[in-house]
T-cell receptor, first 109, second 112 residues
């Protein structure tokens, strides 16, 4: 089954605007994680939210989790050109992470 | 800040050749992983390793693949006889518990 599917596939915004990306998953989870990937580079861990948490903040990032809807959202506030990257949610499944296809975020300056 | 490192950053090899991709996980981490990302596709799990043995592997991780932790610091992925479809970015990751995983910058493998 597909886990961690993000939408939108691509998002283009102006610097200073907020960006919201969504993730849906199908099976129960222990936690959900968000990662960023700059073009051709490695994955950078952004934030982990546990299944018993509903919201978590880290700097300009805000993550929500709704286990009843099996969905999560990542909000980046006051976006900057440097936020341009792909963003992936990942759910844990045993000893592995299962990644979605990601959202490509472009922040125009 | 400690980080996962990988070498080489780019490896070009001919079909049928053996390649070894190297990773140095974060020093106090206990869980180690390999993932791959074919260009334009999702990041896919290959294998997890804990306590000197494979704890889980995917369907992709067939007999052509093997992993090893030859000493206290390195973690390697060997592909015995590369195929064109093995061309991808290969990411190593490590974690202290089986939760947040920290990824290396990746090795781009090109099989010609």
């Amino acid at each position: 089954s597909q886990q961690g599917e993000e939408d939108p596939q691509a998002l283009s915004i102006q610097e200073g605007e907020n960006a919201t990306m969504n993730c849906s998953y199908k099976t129960s989870i222990n936690n959900l994680q968000w990662y960023r990937q700059n073009s051709g580079r490695g994955l950078v861990h952004l934030i982990l939210i546990r299944s018993n948490e509903r919201e978590k903040h880290s700097g300009r990032l805000r993550v929500t989790l709704d286990t009843s809807k099996k969905s999560s959202s990542l909000l980046i506030t006051a976006s900057r050109a440097a936020d341009t990257a792909s963003y992936f949610c990942a759910t844990d499944k045993g000893n592995k992470l299962v990644f979605g296809a990601g959202t490509i975020l472009r922040v125009k300056s | 800040e400690p980080e996962v490192t990988q070498t080489p950053s780019h490896q070009v090899t001919q079909m049928g050749q053996e390649v070894i991709l190297r990773c140095v996980p974060i020093s106090n981490h206990l869980y180690f992983y390999w993932y791959r990302q074919i260009l334009g596709q999702k990041v896919e799990f290959l294998v997890s390793f804990y306590n000197n043995e494979i704890s889980e592997k995917s369907e992709i991780f067939d007999d052509q693949f093997s992993v090893e932790r030859p000493d206290g610091s390195n973690f390697t992925l060997k592909i015995r006889s590369t195929k064109l479809e093995d061309s991808a970015m290969y990411f190593c990751a490590s974690s202290i518990q089986a939760r947040e995983q920290y990824f290396g910058p990746g090795t781009r493998l090109t099989v010609t």
